[in-house]
């Protein structure tokens, strides 16, 4: 729940900055947001030479194919089904939302 209530407050601050954006002449930016919820690993990922902070696993594959689809429906965030289960009954009341 709160993953989806911050992607909403992301939202929403990019509506107020788009505003702002315009009224100075500036390109609109638009961002899209796919919550997908699993077991991943984290953490620092390499060797002694090289070391890189990541994610790992098919959660996080799936988020980002469900943020590939929110560009084909024109959507700014889809969640997977297990985040919307665990979301519960709140997530139904944030369909009144604009996500558009």
Do not use: H
């Not at 911050?6 to 990019?14: E, F, G, K, M």
């Not at 930016?29 to 919550?35: E, P």
């Not at 943020?67 to 429906?73: L, N, S, T, V």
Request: overall charge positive.
């Amino acid at each position: 729940m709160r993953a989806c209530k911050a992607a909403l407050r992301c939202q929403a601050r990019l509506e107020g900055l788009r505003q702002v954006w315009a009224k100075e002449g500036r390109a609109a930016f638009r961002a899209r947001i796919g919550i997908n919820t699993g077991d991943v690993l984290v953490g620092n990922i390499g060797s002694d030479e090289r070391m890189n902070y990541t994610v790992m696993g098919d959660p996080v594959n799936v988020a980002s194919r469900l943020e590939m689809q929110c560009k084909r429906a024109g959507l700014e965030i889809i969640i997977g089904q297990r985040t919307r289960e665990l979301a519960g009954a709140d997530a139904s009341r944030g369909r009144s939302t604009n996500l558009r």
